[in-house]
């Protein structure tokens, strides 16, 4: 059964300041986007041919090897474009998470499966793609839009976001580090601040991952993840298989049980998407999977 309300205590040092970004981004950026798989750009070709498929949304770049499905790689574009524009007019909500995104070299890698994966990886040097600047978020093309289980693009692409774009335009209410906003909600989420995961959360925690390679920052990002997506009723049928690990997995739990992330992850300063993202990116210039499917 899922959890009866406790609300959280909101300390009182949560009002930060929204400090004022530049745009790095070229203009370019904010063209409208037209969704179309193409062959990998020079500046990538050092990964060809292990991966050979590439789509950009607003200079946020997602490969992809020969074994994934084009549908699933034009399934997590659409994600990724309707988390950056949540309203879907064609312009993204925050041209200072694009600059970010844009900056850090932000890359969504897709294979086939976990195993595609690790083959690719076996083929090519891994650390060059560090080496050149890239940050990256993997997601595997089995696990992308599964016929009967959760979409792990919603997860995956927003950790990207978060982690490169979002946390680093809001760093006092969304750095995944201690001391942000919401890692301070982490922490009365988890019954205390832990810089490691205990063997044991207390009583009335209701965030209460467990997987010990998660150091601190891994378990904000989870975190955040969980909250802001339920805020947006992405997990409001899942309770009896993430219960073990989330519990305020309905808008309604989250207002009653975790008030202070509810209040940061609403803040309408911080323009996160206020809608779930459902793969049918509505807005201009866009093809959809039905039409490139025919072309």
């Not at 969504?108 to 890239?134: S, V, W």
């Not at 809001?170 to 995961?197: C, H, N, V, W």
């Not at 219960?243 to 808008?251: F, I, L, M, Q, Y």
Request: hydrophobic share 35%; proline share 5%; aromatic share 10%.
């Amino acid at each position: 059964s899922e959890p009866s309300p406790t609300t959280s205590t909101i300390p009182s040092t949560t009002s930060a300041t929204i400090e004022e970004t530049s745009s790095l981004a070229n203009e370019d950026y904010f063209q409208e986007i037209n969704i179309r798989i193409t062959s990998l750009p020079e500046t990538l070709d050092f990964l060809s041919p292990h991966f050979s498929k590439h789509l950009d949304i607003w200079g946020t770049k997602i490969i992809a090897t020969p074994k994934t499905p084009d549908e699933k790689v034009i399934h997590a574009a659409n994600i990724l474009a309707e988390y950056l524009d949540n309203d879907e007019d064609g312009i993204p909500d925050d041209d200072s998470v694009i600059s970010a995104l844009v900056k850090n070299k932000s890359m969504i890698t897709m294979a086939a499966t976990e195993l595609d994966f690790e083959e690719t990886l076996d083929k090519i040097d891994g650390f060059e793609i560090f080496d050149q600047g890239f940050t990256v978020q993997d997601l595997y093309g089995d696990e992308t839009a599964p016929e009967y289980a959760f979409d792990a693009s919603l997860e995956e692409v927003h950790h990207l976001i978060l982690n490169y774009g979002w946390g680093e335009v809001y760093p006092d209410q969304l750095r995944q580090e201690a001391g942000s906003a919401i890692a301070d909600a982490m922490d009365i989420a988890r019954g205390g601040r832990f810089d490691s995961t205990p063997s044991q959360y207390p009583d009335g925690a209701w965030f209460t991952y467990d997987d010990w390679t998660c150091e601190y920052e891994c378990m904000v990002t989870e975190y955040t993840y969980w909250a802001h997506t339920s805020l947006l009723g992405g997990q409001a049928d899942r309770f009896d298989e993430i219960g073990h690990e989330w519990r305020a997995n309905t808008p309604e739990l989250m207002r009653s049980i975790d008030d202070y992330a509810t209040s940061i992850l609403q803040d309408p300063r911080l323009k996160l998407p206020k809608s779930l993202p459902d793969g049918n990116y509505r807005g201009m210039g866009l093809s959809t999977v039905d039409e490139l499917a025919t072309t």
